[in-house]
């Protein structure tokens, strides 16, 4: 099993649909983040938890609602989403807050129609 | 002002060149610093910290001048699969802010 999974790969919705995003860590890491990556942008921090808490929340709009149920998984469950949503949501996990080395799922490419 | 900024290049090089990278920063009260490497539709991956003396990784050099706020990466004999685009990247508080990064395109 790789380090970081995250499914789907890819994604297709429409503005009215609910879908889900997964990311499962099989490294025993505490810390998981949601990135963002848009063309031409840098990444952009949405959600970090640690030890399943959200201990940060970067002014993300309501229609992206993250759930960690325990430390090797999290969720972003989505709805009610914009076209300028569409993207490549990166899922990271690290040995805890305030380590320089992230470890990055394949991520879930989102089209939002 | 960005909080990372990098020129996006790209920057093409034949095999075997030496190639620097340059970012800044604005934020003076980062305390680490980092390089990743972003293959084409791949995740990113840490590639090496930079330290206030420089470090070395074969052949990867990293700099980090605090008084400017500047951090750089040097390769040095450019192989194909150095072709990618690197990240500046920086710790805020509990996370890591990310430069927009900088393509390197190495031909034969």
């Known amino acids: 099993e790789t380090g970081v999974t995250q499914t789907p790969r890819h994604l297709v919705m429409g503005m009215t649909n609910k879908k889900s995003l997964k990311c499962e860590q099989h490294?025993?890491?505490?810390?998981m983040y949601w990135y963002k990556q848009s063309a031409k942008k840098p990444l952009e921090l949405m959600f970090v938890?640690?030890?399943?808490?959200?201990?940060e929340n970067n002014s993300v709009p309501s229609r992206f609602s993250p759930e960690c149920p325990n430390s090797s998984h999290l969720f972003l469950h989505l709805h009610t989403l914009q076209p300028e949503d569409s993207a490549l949501y990166l899922c990271?996990?690290?040995?805890?807050?305030?380590?320089?080395?992230?470890?990055f799922g394949e991520g879930s490419r989102l089209t939002v129609l | 002002r960005k909080e990372v900024e990098q020129d996006p290049g790209p920057f093409n090089v034949p095999e075997g060149a030496t190639v620097a990278f340059n970012c800044t920063y604005s934020?003076?009260?980062?305390?680490?610093f980092f390089w990743y490497r972003q293959d084409c539709r791949k995740e990113p991956k840490l590639l090496m910290s930079?330290?206030?003396s420089g470090n070395e990784d074969g052949r990867f050099t990293a700099q980090l001048n605090r008084a400017s706020q500047y951090i750089s990466l040097l390769i040095r004999d450019s192989k194909l699969s150095d072709s990618a685009t690197y990240l500046c990247?920086?710790?805020?508080?509990?996370?890591?802010?990310f430069g927009k990064g900088t393509t390197l395109s190495v031909s034969s």
């Open positions: 990271a996990s690290s040995h805890g807050l305030n380590t320089g080395e992230l470890f």
């Open positions: 490294l025993g890491h505490n810390a």
């Open positions: 938890y640690n030890f399943k808490e959200q201990t």
């Open positions: 934020n003076s009260a980062s305390q680490s």
């Open positions: 930079v330290y206030s």
């Open positions: 990247v920086l710790s805020a508080g509990t996370a890591l802010i």
